[in-house]
């Protein structure tokens, strides 16, 4: 038969369209033409192919026309994924391997020169995508990328270290023998989710600075952004450094969805699963490279934060554009991609933890150094960042930097064990009430279950009222109230958890800048 039909996917964004693999051989010139708006890496699969199939001792129809057809064609394909389809389409087609024998089958990896298969990005999105699509295929992947795609259960996986491996599978029944017995090189993989212990630096390493734990603790109960505030020096990037230890765990379908962004942007790690992510771009990042972007689109660092946390120091630094791009998803919690000829939806639901210093030389309301900058200078670099973001972040706390007499005085704080478990019950307390964390309250959702006391209610009226606060900044002081109301397994908010919401929220405006 010359004509042969093999299944595999693309990706877009942490979708999986279906792609059928179309291989043809026909009399005529010599030629392998390769169709289907294919880009640079997968048209170069006609040469990795060749000297694949030559190298493996297999025949390659060199004195036929071969033309492949990735479909639809009017669906972008990008990286070497579709090598391993095309080459089982051409013995297919030529007749080396039985056609009937591809039928549910699915098919991804890049072939070497030698026919050894190399693992491709994107498995683990490609096979969590399957199973939200209710798609039940039978899956070959190359060794690293089978065991990803292995961790969302219920997926029947194979993984395969040489073409040779997978071509003797498909032989017909009379020719193959034992090849459907199992080996080292061609079996089965089984899904496999295991726990793994938060790692990484602990609170304990932090002196003082009782205040910007205390925020550190409400944020991560609540799910609400930080913005820490301090000199130089003083312990910001220690103390974001140490954020998503004191998250709770996450659980397998988090886990999944953060390890699919991950594994489409090529950096799943196996020793990182179930880990919160932490995300720690360059203040040079442009807004590409913050939300995601480019032709098909990629995610960016807000993506492969899903789930964990972005750390932005210098905040002030980040060009405006960048930091403008950051107001929808940490409302939404996703981000679209919108381009000419294709979109992509990738998820965003990170934890903003922004450090910055309160003036262009650092030392504003420092008792430890003066301070060189006029007024206007200080105004202008708090400038840099709009009232819309700032009112998105809903903790804004000043980090002092400590004497050296107190710094070497001190002793030890709680570690990052004993702080997350407080943070696992006041966030067990919001599931169980309200089925989502304090930060996604919203609307009538807000009113029933702040359960806001008279008192409390008087009080923040008259601050927003003081302080010249949005509808947003007030609502979001009444979310931080709440989570502090489940950290102190109060039913109710109180005055007293209202007034220590309202602290978080006067840095930048009555804090070190007026000083």
Not at 379 to 391: C, I
Request: net charge neutral.
């Amino acid at each position: 038969m010359s004509l042969a039909l093999v299944q595999s996917r693309a990706l877009l964004g942490l979708a999986a369209p279906a792609v059928t693999v179309e291989v043809h051989l026909a009399n005529g010139l010599p030629s392998f033409t390769l169709v289907g708006l294919a880009e640079v890496e997968v048209k170069e699969a006609r040469e990795r192919v060749r000297s694949a199939l030559q190298n493996a001792g297999l025949e390659f129809p060199s004195n036929r026309k071969i033309t492949v057809n990735l479909a639809p064609a009017d669906l972008p394909k990008d990286s070497g994924r579709f090598d391993l389809p095309i080459a089982l389409g051409i013995l297919a087609a030529s007749g080396q391997i039985d056609t009937a024998r591809l039928a549910g089958w699915e098919f991804a990896g890049e072939l070497s020169l030698s026919g050894q298969l190399r693992p491709v990005r994107g498995a683990l999105a490609t096979s969590l995508a399957l199973r939200s699509q209710g798609v039940q295929v039978r899956l070959v992947l190359p060794p690293g990328s089978a065991e990803e795609a292995a961790l969302v259960p219920g997926t029947e996986v194979y993984r395969a270290r040489h073409l040779l491996d997978v071509v003797r599978q498909l032989l017909p029944v009379s020719a193959a023998g034992a090849a459907d017995q199992p080996s080292d090189d061609w079996q089965r993989v089984q899904a496999d989710t295991p726990t793994s212990t938060p790692a990484g630096p602990d609170l304990a390493d932090v002196k003082g600075q009782g205040a910007a734990r205390r925020a550190l603790e409400i944020a991560a109960a609540g799910g609400h952004g930080l913005l820490l505030v301090g000199p130089p020096g003083a312990g910001k990037s220690m103390l974001a450094e140490r954020f998503a230890g004191l998250l709770p765990a996450m659980d397998v379908e988090q886990a999944l969805e953060s390890a699919a962004i991950a594994s489409l942007a090529g950096r799943f790690a196996p020793a990182q699963w179930m880990q919160r992510p932490t995300a720690h771009p360059h203040h040079t990042s442009s807004a590409v490279a913050l939300v995601g972007g480019g032709s098909p689109p990629r995610p960016g660092e807000i993506s492969l934060a899903h789930e964990g946390v972005l750390f932005l120091d210098e905040f002030p630094e980040f060009a405006r554009s960048a930091l403008e791009a950051l107001r929808e998803p940490l409302e939404t919690g996703r981000i679209t991609i919108a381009r000419a000829t294709q979109r992509a939806e990738f998820p965003a639901r990170f934890q903003l933890i922004a450090a910055m210093n309160p003036c262009p030389c650092g030392f504003a309301g420092s008792p430890q150094r003066p301070c060189r900058c006029t007024p206007e200078q200080i105004a202008r670099y708090q400038g840099k960042l709009s009232g819309p973001l700032l009112d998105r972040i809903d903790l804004h706390v000043e980090v002092p930097a400590l004497p050296a007499a107190e710094l070497l005085q001190h002793g030890s704080g709680e570690s990052s064990s004993a702080v997350r478990s407080r943070v696992a019950q006041a966030r067990a307390r919001a599931l169980a009430r309200q089925d989502c964390a304090n930060h996604r309250l919203q609307g009538q959702e807000l009113d029933t279950h702040l359960a806001l006391a008279p008192t409390a209610a008087s009080f923040l009226q008259a601050a927003a009222t003081r302080l010249g606060w949005s509808a947003r900044a007030t609502h979001r002081t009444l979310r931080v109230a709440r989570t502090i109301a489940d950290l102190a397994s109060s039913p109710t908010t109180e005055t007293a958890h209202v007034a220590e919401a309202v602290q978080y929220r006067r840095v930048l405006r009555d804090g070190v800048s007026s000083r």
